[in-house]
């Protein structure tokens, strides 16, 4: 299993963006799969993850309200589409397999698979 993340870029506050996460590999509907982000200086957190079968979704408080993640089977992808982004949303944004919701945050089992990162900058 591959995985890519995309999309990323400059947005002004308010803003909106879409990742993309494409999938290479057969059963995407078999696997969760993260967002996760990284912002300078900070741990990593995951940011929302979709079970295998789209059972269950979750999302870290802060995006609740205003990030959506969501799968297309036919073009094997999983974005996360980001509105009314702000300037703490500044990040490396990784998608990654095997994701799940531990209390109250998201995390990521050790044997998961993880895309190169892509940027998201929020700055007027």
């Known amino acids: 299993v591959q995985l890519q993340a995309s999309g990323g870029g400059l947005v002004q506050p308010g803003g909106s963006l879409t990742l993309s996460c494409a999938f290479s590999?057969?059963?995407?509907?078999?696997?969760?799969i993260g967002w996760f982000r990284q912002a300078p200086g900070k741990e990593r957190e995951g940011v929302s993850c979709i079970s295998d079968r789209d059972r269950h979704i979750d999302y870290m408080d802060s995006v609740k309200g205003r990030f959506t993640i969501s799968r297309d089977i036919g073009k094997n992808t999983v974005y996360l589409q980001m509105n009314s982004l702000k300037p703490e949303d500044t990040a490396v944004y990784y998608c990654?397999?095997?994701?799940?919701?531990?209390?109250?945050?998201?995390?990521?089992?050790?044997?998961?698979?993880w895309g190169l990162g892509t940027l998201v900058t929020v700055s007027s």
């Open positions: 990654a397999t095997d994701c799940y919701k531990r209390r109250d945050y998201i995390s990521v089992f050790e044997f998961a698979s």
């Open positions: 590999g057969v059963g995407l509907e078999y696997y969760a």
